[in-house]
C-alpha cells in the first residue's frame, strides 16, 4: 500500500530547490509553494499547471494564506514582506530592510480580517487590506507567531518565553509567559486556552490559559520543527520524534499523562505534522520522505507517500481537508487527492 496514494491520486512536480513552506489559500481552489531560492509554485487544484513567480531575491521564508478568499503572503530573508493574488500578481506591504521577514501570519472569520508578520524583535500587525495597526516589541528576535482567540490575541515564541498581546489593545506591554531558554516556534489552542512552545532542547513547553500554570513536555531524540492542536483541541500534535507524538489535552492532560505515539516503526525522525482542518486526524512527514495519515481515535496510519524523495519540509491540508499537500528538501511537491474522484498524475 505505500506510495499507492501519490501513485494513483497525485499531482507532482520537481523544482530543484528547497521548499520552504506550503498552504492552501482560504477557498482551498489554490495551492502555494515556497522554495529556498526565491520562487512561489502555484497550481489551482482543479487546473493542470505549475505557475512559478520569481517573488523574493533569496530564501522565501514564510508563507501563509491570506485573509482574502484568495491570494497568500509571504516573509523573505530581503526583508519584504509581499501579497501574492491567484494571478501571480505581487504587492508589496512593508520593506524591512535587513531585517528577516521569518514569520507570516493571517486571520478571517466574519467581519475580522488581520494579517501579521515578524521582522527581528518586532510583529506588525495589519488589517486585510494591508495597513499598518500597530507594532509589538519583544525582548529578542521572535522565532513563531500565532493569531487565535478569534482574532482577538496574537502570540509570539522568542528567548526566554512567550508573549500574548490583545489585537484591539493600545497596552505597551504583553501578558509574558516565561520559562528560560530558547523557544523556537508557538501553537495556540484553539480556545486559547493554551499557548504551546517548541525548545531548542528537545522539548515542548506550555502555559494553561489564561492563568499562565506551567506543562512541560520532554522526551524527543530531536528537536520538534513542527507542532499544532487537533480542531477540537483535545491533541497536540508534534514532531521530533520517529513517532507522531500527540498530547492529551483533556482529562487534567497533558501532566501527568502520558503522550499517544503514532505511525513508528522505521526510525525517521518526523519532520512535519498537519492536524486535518475538520476531523482528529493528522498528517505527518518524516526525514525519509515518507508522508502518512493517522487516524487519532482508531489509531489507524494510511500510507500516502513512501521513502526516497528527501526530507518533508513542508505539509499543509486544504481549507475542507480533502487534499494534503507536501513538499520536500530535494525540491519534490505533490498534491494528493482523498475525494472519491481520482486527479491522476501531473
Given at each position: 500500500m505505500s506510495g499507492i496514494l501519490l501513485e494513483q491520486r497525485g499531482?507532482?512536480?520537481?523544482?530543484?530547490?528547497?521548499?520552504?513552506?506550503?498552504g492552501f489559500d482560504r477557498e482551498g481552489r489554490q495551492i502555494a509553494f515556497a522554495t529556498g531560492d526565491g520562487r512561489i509554485i502555484l497550481r489551482a487544484v482543479e487546473g493542470d499547471e505549475w505557475q512559478v513567480v520569481e517573488l523574493h531575491d533569496g530564501a522565501v521564508l514564510a508563507l501563509a494564506p491570506d485573509a482574502?478568499?484568495?491570494?497568500?503572503?509571504?516573509?523573505?530573508?530581503?526583508?519584504?514582506?509581499?501579497?501574492?493574488?491567484?494571478d501571480g500578481e505581487v504587492t508589496d506591504i512593508a520593506d524591512f530592510g535587513m531585517k528577516w521577514v521569518e514569520n507570516v501570519a493571517s486571520?478571517?472569520?466574519?467581519?475580522?480580517?488581520?494579517?501579521?508578520?515578524?521582522?527581528?524583535?518586532?510583529?506588525?500587525?495589519?488589517?486585510?487590506?494591508?495597513?499598518?495597526?500597530?507594532?509589538?516589541?519583544?525582548?529578542?528576535?521572535?522565532?513563531?507567531?500565532?493569531?487565535?482567540?478569534?482574532?482577538?490575541?496574537?502570540?509570539?515564541?522568542?528567548?526566554?518565553?512567550?508573549?500574548v498581546w490583545f489585537t484591539s489593545s493600545k497596552a505597551e506591554k504583553p501578558q509574558?509567559?516565561?520559562?528560560?531558554?530558547?523557544?523556537?516556534?508557538?501553537?495556540?489552542h484553539p480556545d486559547f486556552a493554551a499557548v504551546v512552545t517548541a525548545m531548542q532542547e528537545n522539548a515542548l513547553h506550555g502555559w494553561k490559559m489564561p492563568d499562565g500554570q506551567h506543562m512541560r513536555m520532554s522526551g524527543y531524540p530531536a528537536k520538534c520543527e513542527s507542532l499544532g492542536f487537533t480542531r477540537s483541541g483535545r491533541w497536540l500534535a508534534s514532531a521530533g520524534a520517529d513517532t507522531i507524538v500527540l498530547w492529551p489535552f483533556f482529562?487534567?492532560?497533558?501532566?501527568?499523562?502520558?503522550?499517544?505515539?503514532?505511525?513508528?516503526?522505521?526510525?525517521?525522525?518526523?519532520?512535519?505534522?498537519?492536524c486535518h482542518p475538520q476531523h482528529e486526524v493528522v498528517a505527518a512527514g518524516f526525514a525519509d520522505g515518507e508522508v502518512v495519515v493517522a487516524d487519532i481515535a482508531r489509531e489507524r496510519i494510511l500510507p500516502v507517500a513512501e521513502p526516497g524523495r528527501g526530507a518533508i519540509s513542508a505539509l499543509c491540508w486544504s481549507p475542507d481537508g480533502g487534499r494534503l499537500g507536501f513538499g520536500t528538501e530535494t525540491g519534490f511537491i505533490a498534491i494528493v487527492d482523498f475525494s472519491e474522484k481520482n486527479t491522476g498524475k501531473g
Open positions: 499531482l507532482t512536480g520537481e523544482f530543484g530547490a528547497f521548499i520552504t513552506g506550503a482574502a478568499r484568495q491570494g497568500f503572503l509571504t516573509g523573505g530573508d530581503d526583508g519584504a514582506f509581499r501579497r501574492i493574488a491567484s486571520f478571517a472569520h466574519r467581519k475580522t480580517s488581520l494579517i501579521a508578520c515578524s521582522a527581528g524583535k518586532r510583529v506588525t500587525l495589519y488589517d486585510g487590506a494591508g495597513g499598518m495597526i500597530r507594532d509589538f516589541t519583544h525582548p529578542s528576535t521572535v522565532t513563531g507567531i500565532a493569531l487565535g482567540g478569534k482574532g482577538k490575541r496574537i502570540a509570539a515564541s522568542h528567548y526566554n518565553g512567550a508573549s509574558g509567559l516565561e520559562w528560560k531558554g530558547s523557544h523556537t516556534g508557538i501553537a495556540v482529562g487534567g492532560g497533558p501532566m501527568g499523562k502520558p503522550p499517544l505515539e503514532l505511525a513508528g516503526g522505521n526510525g525517521a525522525i518526523v519532520k512535519r505534522v498537519a
